[in-house]
């Protein structure tokens, strides 16, 4: 779209009157330099290889195993970016500006051997910093209950170790030992049945556990499941929270309290659930609150 962009802005820049004609003209100045053109190139090959990543931690339901594969490709791929694809992300930079009479500035110079490759070591940074040894080791306990990966290879002790070094205020000392004997009979009843191989996450093991009745049995383990349900969800709940506010919480609501700003998020986050609630069933669930004055 870059050529047709330019073609619009110079005929705004022509034809136009005003205060758009200056806006035009700046804008086509800005977008013609060797600037613009490198970022924009720049900006579109990272958010290719993180594409993938982002949309699946965005998941409100992930395989943990797959969202760690993907965590290390994107590392390595950008790592191999800045590495052994830099003279080729330059070269084609350069075709860009040569075929559209854009002036290319001396790229030995150090101001460019300096920043350049700063955006790309910042991702790396940040996929570091979210994804530390810390959180890998998490993800990569946690994955020994997604049936995927434990129908083959499940360790009890890897669960273990999940509780006792990440969640040890959610289980007492009495609970863990109980943990460690649940687990014996799980890795015999659960693993080795034959609905097991038809299950594709641990999403799917909870309600699983929950339809066969085995939640009596199991508490512990499906304590520690949903404790790992969180993890894939907080994220892109976070950020739905976020876009939601500026919709929920407008001009004309600014001053509402955090109670009912909570309850309105809430509604507008399951609307899909809140739509089957009928006035009725609301005003029945009010009555039946307390004593009212009059009568509903």
């Not at 969640?167 to 687990?183: G, M, T």
């Not at 049945?193 to 499906?222: A, V």
């Not at 919709?247 to 309850?263: A, P, S, V």
Request: aromatic share 8%; proline share 2%; hydrophobic share 40%.
């Amino acid at each position: 779209m870059f050529s047709p962009t330019c073609e619009v802005l110079l005929r705004i820049i022509e034809e136009g009157t005003g205060s758009i004609k200056g806006d035009a003209d700046s804008a086509y100045e800005t977008i013609t330099t060797f600037e613009f053109v490198f970022v924009l190139h720049l900006e579109k090959e990272i958010m290719e290889i993180t594409n993938l990543l982002c949309q699946t931690l965005q998941r409100q339901s992930q395989d943990i195993c797959n969202a760690l594969m993907l965590v290390a490709s994107t590392k390595t791929l950008l790592q191999k970016m800045k590495d052994e694809r830099w003279d080729d992300f330059l070269s084609l930079v350069k075709s860009f500006c040569q075929v559209r009479n854009i002036d290319i500035p001396d790229l030995s110079s150090s101001y460019f051997t300096r920043g350049a490759r700063a955006p790309i070591n910042c991702q790396l940074m940040e996929l570091n910093h979210r994804f530390n040894d810390s959180s890998m080791e998490l993800l990569q306990l946690s994955a020994n209950l997604n049936p995927k990966s434990a129908i083959d290879n499940f360790r009890a002790s890897d669960i273990c170790q999940l509780v006792e070094k990440f969640y040890p205020k959610d289980f007492s000392e009495q609970e863990k030992l109980v943990l460690n004997v649940q687990l014996q009979h799980y890795e015999i009843d659960v693993i080795k049945h034959p609905d097991y191989k038809l299950l594709t996450s641990i999403s799917d093991l909870c309600q699983w556990l929950i339809r066969t009745g085995r939640t009596s049995n199991f508490d512990l383990i499906y304590r520690v499941a949903s404790l790992i349900l969180i993890l894939p969800v907080s994220t892109a709940t976070t950020e739905r929270s976020f876009s939601a506010m500026s919709l929920i919480k407008t001009r004309l609501r600014n001053k509402m309290e955090d109670e009912f700003l909570n309850d309105s998020l809430v509604l507008y986050f399951e609307r899909e659930l809140a739509e089957k609630i009928s006035l009725e069933t609301i005003v029945e669930d009010f009555r039946k609150t307390r004593d009212q004055r009059v009568r509903l």
